[in-house]
């Protein structure tokens, strides 16, 4: 219960509850969207109080995860200055780009479309609808890199002189903006985002049904709501594939611990739940070779060749290594001015080995498991929760398209049910990304022990209970504020449609 503890569960506690926020921003957007282009494209009003309406939730829930999300940018440099004094050279630079580009767009076109209706033209308006969502995708885009390149450190080198990593040039500013890693969680994240916009605009719709009010509103709700809902369940699926891909790629510990895997091997099963396998399914997800070699928990400790052929270090070797870096980082800062050959043998010695320096730092082996039983259920919870929403969706659009609201009102309770159950499911992703990385802040190169501030766990644990408790009371009173608006309806002429 020391301070790393309570630095990384404060930092878990402000980024789930963030993460509370993001996703029905999205999926708002695009919902919201859809339905103004309806009524710009058709010419009826219906289409343009339906689109205020949940204009109207997506409003309330977008102040309040801005506020989490700067409380959450502050974090880095509170809590994890180390970390930030590391990578500042880079992590900085998506996310000043995503302030002043991003924020600034959204914050902007958002006002304009909160409050422009009988002030700017229909088609002005709808863009500005449209920019709103877009804004808020692309601020999601710049996070994503930053927190991609987390997950893979690529296009940056390590400064002795200034103990930082640096982007160098130009073509290594790209190579972090298309790192592979953050492209598939941005994909991944976003849509994800769809389906919980659409299950949320469904289930509010159901029980409007269950209520008898609205009746109309509600079934092309549910129309709109479930398209997008569904067309965001396929893209996650395609990009949780690919995200699967570059964790066998670049983080194979995460892809054993997501599947209990102690020994690896060719042909290797997916596990569906305990004592239930898919043979040979889990090599194919993860190599797109139903034979392909996937490491298990003690391949990696012990050292393994890969599917290349390449021989994989074991991680006390590269614990060795991230050692012998880090004497010769010592030894090359405290003699560069005084012995500049030995100090230039040093350095050598210290480039050599950099990308293992982050070892340098572990105690021990084993060190480099995360929390096995976390990642397993909280990814088995991710795919179960994932496809039972995917299959309310296709059930809602399939009702609402061919008018059997009336006849299968068995589906609604279980469509309200799909709300908190998007939320699990969003929150499970991110264990998965988040815990199943432990114990990297960047991964192979700053465990989170080196990464944290000088605080005091006293300190940490002041902050943390005084942010659960104004989280707490802000998630309260949107939660009032959004049951309050739902409650209350549409607009008077929507009554009796």
């Known amino acids: 219960m020391d301070v790393v503890f309570w630095s990384r569960i404060q930092f878990a506690m402000t980024a789930a509850y963030h993460w509370l926020f993001v996703p029905l921003t999205l999926g708002l957007a695009m919902v919201m969207g859809v339905m103004e282009t309806l009524y710009v494209v058709k010419k009826d009003e219906f289409w343009k109080k339906t689109a205020q309406f949940w204009m109207k939730l997506f409003a309330v829930n977008f102040a309040v995860g801005i506020a989490t999300g700067i409380i959450l940018e502050f974090e880095f440099g509170t809590n994890w200055s180390n970390y930030s004094w590391f990578v500042g050279d880079m992590f900085g630079a998506p996310l000043a780009i995503e302030g002043i580009l991003a924020f600034f767009m959204e914050a902007t076109f958002f006002a304009v479309m909160f409050f422009g209706w009988n002030k700017v033209g229909k088609k002005f308006h709808l863009a500005s609808t449209w920019l709103t969502g877009i804004g808020a995708t692309i601020s999601a885009y710049w996070i994503l890199v930053a927190n991609g390149w987390m997950q893979n450190p690529v296009g940056t ?4 002189d200034t103990v930082r990593s640096e982007m160098a040039s130009v073509s290594a500013f790209w190579e972090v903006v298309s790192n592979p890693v953050a492209v598939s969680k941005f994909c991944h994240a976003v849509t994800s985002g769809w389906v919980t916009g659409g299950i949320f605009v469904v289930g509010v719709s159901a029980w409007y049904l269950l209520k008898g009010r609205h009746t109309e509103f509600a079934r092309k709700s549910i129309l709109v709501g479930g398209l997008v809902g569904l067309i965001g369940s396929g893209a996650v699926m395609l990009s949780g594939d690919s995200s699967g891909v570059h964790a066998a790629e670049f983080q194979p510990m995460k892809l054993a ?11 290797a099963a997916f596990t569906i ?7 040979k399914m889990l090599s194919f997800l993860a190599t797109h070779d139903f034979n392909g070699f996937v490491p298990g928990i003690n391949d990696i400790l012990n050292g393994y060749t890969d599917n290349d052929g390449n021989y994989i270090p074991s991680v006390a070797e590269k614990m060795a290594c991230g050692r012998e870096a880090l004497d010769a980082l010592a030894a090359y800062r405290e003699l560069r001015d005084v012995d500049p050959m030995t100090a230039a043998a040093a350095k050598y010695v210290l480039l050599d080995n950099a990308q293992y320096m982050g070892y340098g730092h572990l105690e021990k082996p084993e060190d480099v498991v995360p929390p096995v039983g976390i990642v397993f259920w909280a990814f088995r919870f991710m795919i179960g929760l994932g496809m039972l929403i995917a299959l309310v969706l296709l059930l809602s659009v399939i009702a609402a398209w061919k008018d059997k609201l009336a006849t299968w009102k068995w589906l ?8 908190p159950l998007a939320y ?5 992703g991110w264990i998965v990304a988040e815990v199943g990385r432990q114990p990297w802040t960047i991964q192979g190169l700053l465990p989170v022990n080196v990464a944290i501030s000088s605080l005091s766990a006293a300190a940490v644990q002041t902050t943390f209970f005084i942010f659960l408790a104004v989280f707490a009371l802000f998630l309260a009173i949107e939660i009032r504020i959004m049951l309050g608006a739902i409650r209350k309806g549409p607009a008077a002429d929507l009554k009796n449609e």
């Open 273 to 279: 739940v305990p004592g239930i396998k898919v043979p």
């Open 412 to 419: 609604f309770p279980i469509a309200i049910i799909c709300i």
């Open 257 to 267: 611990a997501a599947e209990g895997l102690r020994d690896g091997g060719r042909g």
């Open 424 to 428: 699990l499911t969003g929150q499970c």
């Open 157 to 160: 080198t390590f400064n002795p």
